[in-house]
């Protein structure tokens, strides 16, 4: 669900975002779902990438390079390793911050059931990785670049502290959806911001869009884990408006029809168009899948947000 002009990335925490993403509110009482216990056998094989937090730091590194390469800013392997491990560093934390504060006797899920059950390789992950992000950004960033990275990171620690804070109960209104949606997009995009001569208003259309995509892809994770959260004790935007839902399919139809849209009117961009047009509609689609196991289900929200590398073979 998850920068580089060094820009450290603001993904969407885990459970925040990645998929990433939901929070949930105790409106509607719902029973727990019993979930068995899993050895590391047991996993299926399209969870890994979400058990490792892998899956948002890869989306990220791929939308980077789709808008780098439609909007013909160059981004050197630093930059890209710098975001992939900010994004990595945040979803690690965040996903143990969530498994601290969840209750004895609610259901997990099985990420975070994986998380605790590795909390020491957990933490000398955490640790290694800050070292070597923080190692890289101090080498391959001017001082612009650090100050921007800096802001960026203190915006995404402050969203993360407020949302451990609360409990993951947003009230009045739940905000985690929308803003892990629009801090995943700026971190992706703000490394290429620094590489580009000046803005155009193409450019603002897609980052716009591209929020759009990673929030939809929060609500969807969050319609899907309603039950989850309820359990739990959290609140998300569906848990306090679970007829929302109903309208996620239109909403992805709408983004596709403007992505498609933008295609036509900015053609120089249009592998970037139709990335978002098709992560949308594989999102949609997913949306509809009911009979999916919920975990897989969510690995999977995240996995359809890889269309960019679908264009890799034809960029030049």
Known sequence: MRPISPIRPILIADDTASHTLRTVNDAAPISPPVVPSVSPRGYAPILWLNLLCLDAPLVAVAWQWIFAHSFGAHLNWPLRWLLFLTAWLIYLGDRFADTLRLPLA???AERHRFCQDHRRGWWVAIVVI????????????????LILGATLATICAVYLFLNHLLGGKWRPVPMKEKAVGVLFAAGTTLGVVGQLPGLTISFAFAVVLFALLCTLNCLCIASWERELDAAQGKSSFLTGWPAFARTLKPLGLTLTAAALILAVVWRFAAPLWICLAASTLLLIRLHSATSLPRDNRTALADLVLLTPLLCLPFSR
């Open 106 to 108: 609610a259901p997990r």
């Open 130 to 145: 800050f070292l070597l992000d923080a190692g890289l950004a101090l080498q391959a960033l001017d001082l612009q670049m």
